[in-house]
């Protein structure tokens, strides 16, 4: 079929690896922008601040901006305490931000629509989180699936379902990520469609093509704006989790 | 609408007692109310805003049901990691897709605002200090 809309998230080998030590380490197209992702977040941020000047450029003002933003999202809800872990936030926002609308261009293919992506990001955090709680507050860390004033009896099954609620958040979190992108550039790609193959019918068809266009327009609008806002709930969610890592008691 | 056998230990649950039993429904549901409304986890105006401004109808959907999702599949995934471990095939897998369950639909409570963070830091410690905890 001309437009599968499943095709653009389709994997191919660019450097094909395909056995090193047992190991599949090809060179993909999603390595590739991965990569590039990487870039270009490194570049703007290299050279918005290359200048530092007490005027800002509007390059450094869009950098200082993004500090700024993800700076005070982590403040708001970890406190002071929690811009430790500001680089890992930040280079989190950036990296999926990045990922996210280097996906809006056509052609592109678009990083975060792969679960095993988000899940592995999701997973650093929750990684994260453990790690960090354990080495700081030690056994009192488990506290945070007990909550207080739960009558004796109800103890037992309430940690149980806080144990259960603790670990879907890897989950949730990347499925929410990789679902809202997927599922956007799916209905982006199913809507065009419909503008070509209306389009080949004659002059009633391309008539009728005009409403499909516009909703394609509309949606491109709106994918930008949830490319943004998907990175954002991810690095508010990750501030969230962090916040539990560093105040855990009740 | 009088129901002169209630106990007052239902209505402590409610986080505040009312001396009265035989207070009537709507009294009660009143209390019920300002109760639940101190419990739920206070945001700001502006941050309020944000949310419902932005996030369209599709993303809460997406929000709520990857939740309530999560909950589940976490749930399943342990009762059969249980079972496989312990040989207690299907009660693990039974039970624990119940308490997945409740997990998911404590996440979307959660993601709804309507129950506290398990901990909000200096702020869960304010907002718990009144009532008689979740």
Same mark, same amino acid.
Do not use: D, H, K, Y
């Given at each position: 079929m001309a437009n599968d809309p499943i095709k653009q998230f389709e994997i191919t080998r660019i450097?094909?690896?395909? +056995?090193?030590a047992g190991l599949d380490l090809s060179f993909t197209n999603s390595s590739l922008f991965m990569v590039a992702s990487v870039a270009a977040a490194s570049a703007f941020l290299y050279f918005g601040s290359? +200048?530092?000047?007490?005027?800002?450029?509007r390059l450094q003002s869009m950098a200082e901006l993004s500090y700024e933003f993800v700076a005070s999202m982590l403040r708001d809800a970890a406190?002071?305490?929690?811009?430790?872990?500001f680089p890992f936030v930040f280079s989190l926002f950036m990296f999926v931000l990045f990922a996210n609308m280097f996906g809006m261009f056509p052609y592109f293919f678009t990083v975060t629509s792969h679960i095993i992506v988000t899940f592995a990001l999701a997973m650093l955090v929750i990684g994260t989180v453990v790690v960090y709680g354990f080495m700081k507050h030690g056994l009192k860390f488990?506290?945070?699936?007990v909550p207080e004033g739960v009558p004796g009896y109800l103890v037992p099954l309430v940690v149980l379902i806080e144990i259960i609620s603790f670990l879907s958040r890897p989950i949730s979190l990347s499925v929410r990520l990789f679902a809202n992108m997927l599922a956007g550039h799916i209905t982006l790609k199913v809507f065009a469609g419909f503008v070509v193959s209306l389009g080949a019918l004659g002059a009633a068809g391309v008539a009728g093509a005009i409403l499909p266009l516009i909703m394609v327009v509309a949606i491109t609008a709106l994918e930008f704006l949830v490319a943004f806002l998907q990175a954002y709930v991810f690095a508010v969610l990750t501030c969230m989790y962090l916040n539990d890592a560093l105040h855990p008691s009740h | 609408m009088k129901k002169p056998t209630r106990t007052p230990a239902t209505d402590e649950q &409610?986080?505040?007692?009312?001396? @009265?039993? @035989? &207070?009537d429904l709507e009294q009660r549901r009143q209390a019920l109310e300002d109760a639940l409304a101190q419990r739920a986890p206070k945001r700001d105006a502006a941050e309020e805003g944000r949310q419902e401004g932005a996030g369209s109808g599709f993303g809460a959907a997406l929000k709520m049901s990857s939740e309530f999702v999560a909950g589940i599949l976490v749930g399943a995934g342990l009762g059969y990691l249980l079972d496989l471990l312990a040989g207690t095939t299907p009660w693990g897998l039974i039970v624990f897709l119940f308490l997945g369950f409740a997990a998911g639909v404590l996440n979307v409570l959660r993601a709804a605002g309507r129950v506290a963070q398990p901990a909000d830091g200096a702020r869960g410690e304010r907002l718990r200090g009144n009532g008689a905890g979740d």
């Open positions: 450097v094909p690896l395909e +056995n090193v290359a +200048n530092r000047g007490l005027v800002p450029s406190g002071t305490q929690g811009m430790r872990f488990l506290g945070l699936f | &409610a986080g505040r007692v009312i001396s @009265n039993p @035989n &207070a």
